[in-house]
């Protein structure tokens, strides 16, 4: 079983996110793999109707650590689950980047999830510069352990997805290689830390139907988070049948 998950990101008004997800719901295959979508904030609650009674899961991009309280223009764990959301997205390169999240905020968004049995998604990668100039592996190694050392996890309760930065909207994908070695390093972080190596790991950047079957047919790549191809649905279903069967 693999995992393949479509982040549309700030895309679609709720009317064409409706029409999208019962495009969707109609033809994504869900027989062998775990199919998640993760819509803006303003589909999720027609993502939850509307796929309710499929097997799709429903992930949110985004959370605010406390339970509750005076943080204007924030969405809680805790109003998330309610709503009927599973999954949510934690640390993509582009919260780091524009938002400025920094490691302890992203783990205080990992524990709060976490408590209440959601799965977070949680994204790590390096930026262009990082990998020409050697330093990738140090940087993976820090998000890794500066957010989830010492934290008690397993397969069921958190996905670790591999992101690099420079392959993120630009059309550049990491070669196939490329993306195992990276994903069978952070496998050697998570032990170095005695974190379990069978975390599920995605492969995000770039992803897409000509791409995706050789991607998933490595050995460390265990599904993709998806970008721009998530929001076509004929694309999305076709990459929703790919892995191993």
């Known amino acids: 079983m693999k995992i393949i998950a479509g982040n549309w990101k700030m895309n679609g008004a709720p009317a064409e996110n409706k029409q999208r997800l019962l495009d969707i719901k109609a033809t994504a295959d869900t027989s062998e793999n775990r199919i998640v979508v993760f819509p803006p904030y303003l589909s999720l609650a027609d993502a939850v109707e509307i796929l309710g009674d499929t097997d799709i899961a429903v992930g949110a991009q985004n959370c605010y650590?406390?339970?509750?309280?005076?943080?204007?223009?924030?969405?809680?764990?805790?109003?998330?689950?309610?709503?009927?959301?599973?999954?949510?997205l934690v640390g993509h390169s582009e919260r780091r980047q524009y938002f400025h999240e920094d490691s302890a905020f992203l783990k205080e968004?990992?524990?709060?999830?976490?408590?209440?049995?959601?799965?977070?998604?949680?994204?790590?990668?390096?930026?262009l510069e990082?990998?020409?100039?050697?330093?990738?592996?140090?940087?993976?190694?820090?998000?890794?352990?500066?957010?989830?050392r010492g934290m008690d996890v397993d397969k069921e309760r958190l996905v670790i997805a591999y992101e690099p930065v420079w392959a993120i909207g630009t059309g550049k994908t990491a070669t196939p290689e490329d993306a195992d070695a990276a994903m069978a390093w952070i496998?050697?972080?998570?032990?170095?830390?005695?974190?379990?190596?069978?975390?599920?790991?995605?492969?995000?950047?770039?992803?897409?139907?000509?791409?995706?079957?050789?991607?998933?047919?490595?050995?460390?790549?265990?599904?993709l988070l998806?970008?721009?191809?998530?929001?076509?649905?004929?694309?999305f279903a076709a990459m929703s049948k790919m892995g191993d069967k």
């Open 130 to 148: 990082q990998r020409e100039n050697g330093s990738w592996k140090e940087i993976i190694a820090s998000q890794v352990e500066d957010v989830l």
């Open 109 to 127: 968004k990992i524990v709060a999830l976490m408590e209440l049995g959601l799965i977070p998604v949680f994204c790590v990668g390096e930026l």
């Open 226 to 235: 998806i970008g721009g191809a998530s929001l076509k649905p004929d694309d």
């Open 65 to 88: 650590p406390k339970a509750s309280g005076a943080y204007t223009g924030e969405i809680s764990a805790a109003m998330l689950k309610e709503l009927g959301c599973t999954y949510c």
């Open 187 to 223: 496998r050697e972080v998570l032990a170095k830390n005695q974190l379990p190596t069978d975390l599920m790991l995605l492969y995000g950047g770039s992803a897409k139907p000509a791409n995706g079957e050789e991607l998933l047919a490595k050995a460390n790549i265990d599904g």
